[in-house]
């Protein structure tokens, strides 16, 4: 019987570690990529598949390269995030879209209430016209030349 020893971040592999061999899928270009040190419990490793490649223009190596480069790019931490930054970003920018929409059409959240300003009606009601989605983005977007968001 194998017991481990020591702290969470001692039993976990170390930050950067890439495993592109033996369990990653055999036909499919992949990676499984552990970028960040864990502070609490177990390392999330992400699996980083290729989907479209006709014509190899960077290495395995190269790409690994990056994927862990971009780690290390999120804006306020210096240490390396679980995934790649661009990736974060696309995630907190559609959690916003989610809730911009949410707020615009009066559809409550999990606890059953609206954000701050709601006038309780949705401007537009989806008919399925080509010119729903495009009134909403020019309704929802910004009204000031620069974004102070984060």
């Known amino acids: 019987e194998h017991i481990q020893q020591g702290s969470a971040s001692q039993q976990n592999v170390p930050p950067g570690t890439i495993i592109d061999v033996d369990i990653v899928h055999p036909t ?15 390392a999330r490793p992400v699996r ?14 190269e790409l690994e390269g990056v994927t862990n480069a971009l780690c290390y790019a999120h ?6 995030i679980s995934l790649p930054a661009h990736l974060y970003a696309a995630a907190d920018l559609a959690k916003r879209g989610r809730n911009n929409f949410k707020t615009e059409q ?30 909403m983005s020019a309704e929802l977007a910004n009204k000031l030349k620069y974004k102070f968001w984060a």
């Open 28 to 42: 499919h270009t992949e990676f499984i990529i552990v970028p960040h040190k864990s502070i609490m419990g177990t």
């Open 106 to 135: 009066n559809v409550a959240d999990d606890n059953g209430s609206t954000s701050s300003g709601s006038d309780g009606k949705g401007h537009f009601t989806n008919d399925g016209s080509e010119d729903y989605f495009p009134m």
């Open 75 to 80: 804006g306020i931490v210096t240490s390396p």
């Open 48 to 61: 980083a598949t290729v989907l479209i490649d006709d014509e190899p223009r960077m290495s395995m190596d």
